[in-house]
């Protein structure tokens, strides 16, 4: 079965510092994705990486920056969080970008 | 960009009511994806369509693939408490672009 994991269910970040959010899976996928999740408006693509170091910008890449330095993870990085940035962060992998994703449990980030 | 719109946004059916959701995309799509995801789950695959007009069944879930490409739609057949859970649906290219969502909720 393929596992895909987040480094935390729940965090509780400050305006202004620096966060990291870690996905990790085990299948050897190419491709990665982080997506937020937020009240009627659905699952919104941030950054996917179809490679390692290879990255590319999704609808709403604004604010945040990814990082793939191995191919099995692929971070979320909030430079400088925001209020607005309060949101559920799902992760996902396959094995091409049009493959079934498989997602991680989630994390729920509350920026105060 | 690609648009990928989803109604309803949510539906409450008693049990054993039929149940449908529409994802309309505003370009033709090379394949679409369909997932559930329960109260407190994460998102999880049921089914991808690729052939213009396919016709998929999973049981009480038959899914449709348009003859453009460009819409697609899941119903649900006598609806259980199973059932509950929002509905995405997914289309593109380089990656999914994901509808809205359509929530739901299934009165015993």
């Known amino acids: 079965d393929v596992k895909v994991t987040q480094s935390s269910r729940y965090l509780v970040k400050r305006t202004g510092e620096k966060v990291f959010l870690e996905c990790v899976q085990d299948m050897d996928h190419e491709n990665m994705f982080w997506y937020r999740q937020d009240p009627g408006l659905g699952l919104r693509l941030i950054y996917f990486s179809y490679d390692v170091k290879m990255k590319e910008k999704g609808d709403i890449p604004e604010g945040y920056s990814v990082s793939r330095e191995k191919k099995e993870r692929f971070s979320l990085i909030l430079e400088s969080a925001s209020t607005n940035q309060t949101s559920m962060y799902l992760c996902?992998?396959?094995?091409?970008?049009?493959?079934?994703?498989?997602f991680g449990p989630g994390t729920r980030l509350t920026v105060l | 960009g690609q648009q990928v719109m989803q109604i309803p946004q949510y539906q409450h059916v008693q049990e054993g009511e039929d149940f449908t959701t529409y994802c309309n995309s505003s370009t033709t799509l090379s394949n679409i994806q369909w997932y559930k995801q329960r109260p407190g789950g994460h998102p999880v695959f049921l089914i991808q369509l690729v052939k213009s007009g396919e016709v998929k069944k999973q049981k009480r879930l038959t899914f449709q693939f348009g003859e453009a490409k460009k819409n697609s739609s899941l119903h649900i057949t006598a609806t259980q408490t199973t059932d509950v859970g929002t509905y995405f649906c997914?289309?593109?290219?380089?990656?999914?672009?994901f509808g809205s969502g359509t929530r739901l909720q299934v009165q015993p």
């Open positions: 996902a992998s396959s094995t091409t970008t049009r493959d079934t994703q498989y």
């Open positions: 997914g289309g593109g290219r380089r990656a999914l672009t």
